[in-house]
C-alpha cells in the first residue's frame, strides 16, 4: 500500500480558490488510481474527483465539475485537488484516497489507501 499525507487546507471566502497536495510514499505511485473525497460535519463522507494511474482520465462529482481540477504529478508522486470558486457548502474534511489500478468511479469500499484528511473551511 501507498501512505497518502493531504496538505493545503484552510480557510478561505466564499469565491476563493485552494489547492489541495496529497504526497505519498511507498509502493509505485503510477500504478495507482487517485481521488478526493470529502466528509463535511454531520454527514457521510462523498466523492469528490478521481484521474487514471496514468493521468488519462478524470471524473467529477457533478457539484464540483468546472469548478475543481484534480491532476497528478507521477514524478512525484503527487496529486493535486485545484478548487476555484468556492462555496461553503465545500466546507468539509478533504481525503485523499488510492486504489491500485482501479477504476475512476471510486467508492469508499474499494479505496486501498486513506489519508487523514485535511480540513477545508469555506465562510460565506
Known amino acids: ?5 493531504e496538505s493545503g487546507g484552510g480557510l478561505v471566502q466564499a469565491g476563493g480558490s485552494l489547492s489541495l497536495s496529497c504526497a505519498t510514499s ?3 505511485f503510477s500504478s495507482y488510481t487517485m481521488g478526493w473525497f470529502r466528509q463535511a460535519p454531520g454527514k457521510e463522507r462523498e466523492f469528490v474527483a478521481a484521474i487514471s494511474w496514468r493521468g ?3 471524473y467529477y462529482r457533478d457539484s464540483v465539475k468546472g469548478r475543481f ?3 497528478r504529478d507521477n514524478a512525484k508522486k503527487t496529486v493535486y485537488l485545484q478548487m476555484n470558486s468556492l462555496k461553503p457548502e465545500d466546507t468539509a474534511v478533504y481525503y485523499c484516497a488510492a486504489d491500485e489500478y482501479g477504476s475512476i468511479y471510486m467508492s469508499d469500499d474499494g479505496v486501498d489507501s486513506w489519508g487523514k484528511g485535511t480540513l477545508l ?4
Open 69 to 71: 481540477t484534480i491532476s
Open 56 to 58: 488519462s482520465s478524470t
Open 1 to 5: 500500500q501507498v501512505q497518502l499525507v
Open 26 to 28: 511507498g509502493r509505485t
Open 121 to 124: 473551511t469555506v465562510s460565506s
